[in-house]
């Protein structure tokens, strides 16, 4: 299964993006489809996750009211809705998929074994 990340771009603060992953050759029907972000210099940070199986749904504390994960099953895609976007947001964000997490396992990246390609997020005036 290949991963394709679509949907960066430059916005301004306040502003609002959507990001896209959509599983090819594959489904995520026993997936959580996670999108982590990778600020310069920093390491990488769970951002949001998305349990196929049962739509167990987990956000990361600072995107938590801002950010909604939802999925479309018959496109096989998950989805990340960026609002009020703010400068410190600004980060590469990657899609992964993981089968048979458990919740507490979701914030950790190793648990992860399938990445897509980043997507540039800058939010800049």
């Known amino acids: 299964v290949q991963l394709q990340a679509s949907g960066g771009g430059l916005v301004q603060p306040g502003g609002s993006l959507g990001l896209s992953c959509t599983a090819s050759?594959?489904?995520?029907?026993?997936?959580?489809v996670a999108w982590f972000r990778q600020a310069a210099g920093k390491e990488r940070e769970f951002v949001a996750a998305f349990r196929w199986t049962d739509r167990h749904i987990a956000y990361a504390d600072s995107v938590k009211g801002r950010f909604t994960i939802s999925r479309d099953n018959a496109k096989n895609t998950v989805y990340l809705q960026m609002n009020s976007l703010k400068p410190e947001d600004t980060a590469v964000y990657l899609c992964a998929a993981g089968e048979r997490l458990i919740v507490s396992s979701f914030r950790n990246p190793r648990m992860y074994y399938n990445w897509g390609q980043g997507t540039q997020v800058t939010v800049s005036s």
């Open positions: 050759g594959g489904t995520f029907s026993r997936s959580t």
